[in-house]
């Protein structure tokens, strides 16, 4: 079983790089009290990447819910 590492909310926010020349894409969302890096996947996401992007650095359980993803998108992120 892998640690546990706790996230500020500060240390989430500092990840919300995307499409810019000068810093790697860097894209953390949080989802139901877990941080996601999604600075590889948000590009190849199913329903587009501009949702993500734009919750890049902050949580997106809201969205997430409302979202209807299906079963197997909540087995990946497991």
Partial sequence: ???????????????????????????????????????TFYKKHPGGYDIIEQYAGKDATEVFKNAGHPQSAKKEME
Avoid: A, C
């Fill in 1 to 39: 079983m892998s640690e546990v590492k706790r996230i500020t909310k500060e240390q989430l926010r500092v990840h919300n790089t995307f499409d810019d020349p000068k810093r790697p894409d860097d894209l953390w969302v949080l989802v139901d009290g877990k941080v996601y890096d999604l600075s």
